[in-house]
């Protein structure tokens, strides 16, 4: 059954300093913000002005004193500079000044784990934190999974909020407001946690990927957009796109985020689209379930041959991780990642 809604305008408002945020277009882009480790002058990305490559960029701050920019807009490290896995610093902020105007970026050292494992909302379940809490988060990273799935709604006044069903501790989480959410008690007294404070939270480290799930709204298709517009100010907000993946069941919110960014790294969840029409509208992966990977085993062939990422959601067998794995999935999103990690070693 249908839960009817009735909201008033204001709850549609965001927040005024996301309206701020979002007022202000971006005028140049940086296709990659983590910096390889151990090699001397390492490329890290290109910067784009108007979806083609910056030709008059000039770096106006750069607080490590490590990074160049060239005549083709490629910001690498300098000749001389590399970056060292051991060295407790890894995170780098710089500004970049164009004729439309100026950006800054932070840019991360890449120690970001590589065994596949994706921590579906955390680790929890063998853990004392709550699922979708920064508790399992904290887990999933001392486990050193290569990503951490969270899921987002907006609250009822437009802050985006951690849960994975559309209600939490009696309350429907698009109905009501970030200051009665945040009353709802998780294990470890902690409470409903916003996006901002996972953003916050994530960026303290820089082994786990936040993998960012955006939850269809179930009010409307535009509420949906709108989230996908306010969590990107965020991360506009933060400069934390080198620590984010996305992840929805929406197709049109997949391809709001790569509107807003065309370099974000984006997978759909639902399981109707090939690899071909992922790529054709610029979706870097799909993250399907394992029911329909196991229909039609040839869409791994499928997704190599059209450069589509591989996901695989909720992978909790041991015998179904090595099938997987062997098959040359890309990610496994599981409840189990202890188990997982043991699979890839």
């Given at each position: 059954m ?6 008033t305008?204001s ?26 480790v151990g090699k ?7 910067l784009f ?6 030709r008059s ?9 490590l990074?160049?920019?060239s005549?083709?807009?490629e910001?690498?490290l300098k000749?001389?500079?590399s970056?060292?896995k051991?060295d ?10 164009t004729?439309?105007?100026q950006?800054?970026?932070?840019l ?14 955390g ?8 699922q ?10 001392r486990?050193?999974c290569?990503g ?5 709604w907006l ?6 909020v ?9 309350k429907?989480?698009?109905e ?13 007294g902690?409470v409903?946690p916003?996006?901002?404070e996972y953003?916050?939270e994530?960026m303290?480290?820089n ?7 955006l939850k269809?709204?179930r009010?409307?298709k535009?509420?949906g ?9 965020l991360?506009r ?6 620590w ?5 069941f929406d ?10 960014d ?5 997978a759909?969840l639902n399981?109707e689209?090939?690899?071909?029409e ?10 399907y ?9 040839n ?15 909720t ?9 997987y ?8 999103t ?10 890839v070693k």
């Amino acid at each position: 059954m249908r839960l009817r809604y009735r909201l008033t305008k204001s709850l549609f408002m965001m927040p005024a300093m996301l309206v701020a945020v979002a007022a202000h277009a971006q005028v140049v882009q940086l296709n990659n913000h983590t910096v390889p480790v151990g090699k001397t002058g390492a490329l890290v990305g290109q910067l784009f002005e108007g979806g083609k490559p910056s030709r008059s960029a000039r770096l106006v701050e750069d607080t490590s004193g490590l990074f160049t920019i060239s005549k083709k807009g490629e910001i690498r490290l300098k000749k001389k500079a590399s970056l060292v896995k051991e060295d407790p610093a890894f995170k780098y902020a710089i500004t970049v000044s164009t004729p439309a105007g100026q950006e800054g970026f932070i840019l991360v050292k890449d120690n970001f784990s590589r065994n596949k494992v994706v921590a579906h909302r955390g680790a929890w379940k063998h853990h004392d934190g709550s699922q979708n809490s920064l508790t399992s988060f904290r887990d999933a990273v001392r486990l050193g999974c290569q990503g951490s799935e969270f899921d987002v709604w907006l609250s009822s006044d437009g802050v985006p909020v951690l849960s994975h069903d559309p209600h939490i501790g009696g309350k429907v989480v698009e109905e009501t407001t970030l200051a009665e959410l945040k009353k709802v008690e998780l294990k470890n007294g902690e409470v409903v946690p916003t996006f901002e404070e996972y953003i916050q939270e994530g960026m303290k480290q820089n082994i786990t990927k936040l993998v960012l799930e955006l939850k269809p709204s179930r009010i409307s298709k535009e509420r949906g957009q709108q989230l996908a517009q306010t969590c990107m100010d965020l991360i506009r907000k933060y400069k934390c796109e080198g620590w984010m993946l996305y992840i929805s069941f929406d197709y049109d919110i997949c391809k709001k985020v790569v509107a807003i960014d065309p370099f974000a790294q984006v997978a759909y969840l639902n399981g109707e689209k090939s690899p071909a029409e992922l790529a054709a509208d610029k979706i870097w992966g799909f993250d399907y379930n394992w029911k329909i990977i196991d229909k039609d085993m040839n869409i791994f062939k499928e997704a190599r041959k059209h450069k589509v990422t591989v996901n695989i959601w909720t992978v909790n067998d041991p015998k179904q991780m090595e099938t997987y794995l062997a098959a040359g999935a890309d990610f496994l999103t599981t409840d189990e990642p202890e188990i997982a990690l043991e699979k890839v070693k």
